[in-house]
């Protein structure tokens, strides 16, 4: 497997890492079981970047992730998210950046995944309502007291990525990237390149559209989110894509 470093603090990871969002909550068909085999097994392919959030499944996922790294700790770059905020029932509340936020979230997700240090810890979406001065200088100060090894942001524009990376190194930057969103290499790539900070794709496979395992909505579960996502819908999977990746996708579907 080859690797990749993110930003210049010395991150290193895997080119392919392993999102562990729908072993808990969003796709279909969830097993726990599976799920920490297929987590042993991409470490046994050379996987070492692990990503998770606070917000998946409502903890249920980091849990997951902590069980399934227990006795192999070492092999691993665990990555998790936080300042997405959800009630009880499941129901999302807003973002939130405060700095006590920051420190409350960080040491409930080290409880829940069962260790001392996240190596990678990304702010999930920037609070509108708070500088992002204040949530980073709260996320460097995780850094000082040895909770967290490396800052990360995710959906960020990129004024708001200059401005943090004024207050502490940012390694790693999460968007969605593919040939269905190819949105960042008009801004993001650029202003990420110019910083020296990791650029990390999420849903490279356009959320399983790009699997080719989805004919048409249809075939998506029920209890599915995709199955009312607006981008999946439609008679023709292909008509709900730009026209660039049209063009792309089409060819093959056509062969």
């Known amino acids: 497997m080859e690797t990749r470093k993110l930003g210049t603090q010395g991150l290193e990871v895997s080119v392919l890492g392993l999102?562990?969002?729908?072993?808990?909550?969003?796709?279909?068909?969830?097993n726990e079981?599976?799920?920490i085999a297929t987590i042993h097994?991409?470490?046994?392919?050379?996987?070492?970047?692990?990503?998770?959030?606070?917000?998946?499944?409502?903890?249920?996922?980091?849990?997951?992730?902590?069980?399934?790294?227990?006795?192999?700790?070492?092999?691993?770059?665990?990555?998790?998210k936080f300042g997405i905020v959800r009630g009880e029932d499941g129901s999302f509340k807003g973002v939130n950046g405060?700095?006590?936020?920051?420190?409350?979230?960080?040491?409930?997700?080290?409880?829940r995944l069962g260790i001392d240090t996240i190596d990678l810890y990304y702010l999930h979406?920037?609070?509108?309502?708070?500088p992002?001065?204040?949530?980073?200088?709260?996320?460097?100060?995780?850094?000082?007291?040895?909770?967290?090894?490396?800052l990360g942001l995710s959906e960020a524009a990129p004024a708001t990525i200059r401005r943090a990376q004024a207050v502490h190194p940012i390694s790693a930057l999460q968007t969605e990237y593919s040939l269905w969103s190819r949105e960042p290499e008009e801004?993001?790539?650029?202003?990420?390149?110019?910083?020296?900070?990791?650029?990390?794709?999420?849903?490279p496979l356009g959320r399983g559209f790009l699997s080719g395992q989805f004919k048409s909505p249809n075939d998506i579960p029920e209890d599915d989110y995709r199955r009312h996502s607006p981008r999946f819908q439609g008679e023709n999977f292909i008509d709900t894509l730009p026209?660039?990746?049209?063009?792309?996708?089409?060819?093959?579907?056509?062969r």
């Open 19 to 30: 999102g562990c969002m729908g072993m808990s909550e969003f796709y279909s068909g969830r």
């Open 33 to 35: 079981k599976e799920a």
């Open 41 to 80: 097994r991409a470490l046994e392919m050379g996987v070492t970047l692990l990503d998770t959030a606070d917000m998946y499944g409502l903890g249920d996922n980091e849990e997951l992730v902590g069980k399934a790294i227990a006795d192999r700790r070492e092999r691993v770059v665990l990555a998790t």
């Open 98 to 111: 405060k700095p006590e936020y920051v420190h409350q979230a960080c040491d409930a997700s080290l409880q």
């Open 125 to 130: 979406r920037v609070d509108p309502e708070v």
């Open 132 to 150: 992002i001065e204040d949530t980073v200088g709260a996320m460097a100060e995780l850094v000082q007291q040895g909770k967290v090894c490396y």
């Open 187 to 203: 801004d993001i790539l650029p202003t990420l390149r110019q910083l020296g900070i990791g650029f990390v794709a999420y849903s």
């Open 243 to 254: 026209v660039i990746n049209r063009e792309i996708l089409g060819s093959q579907t056509r």
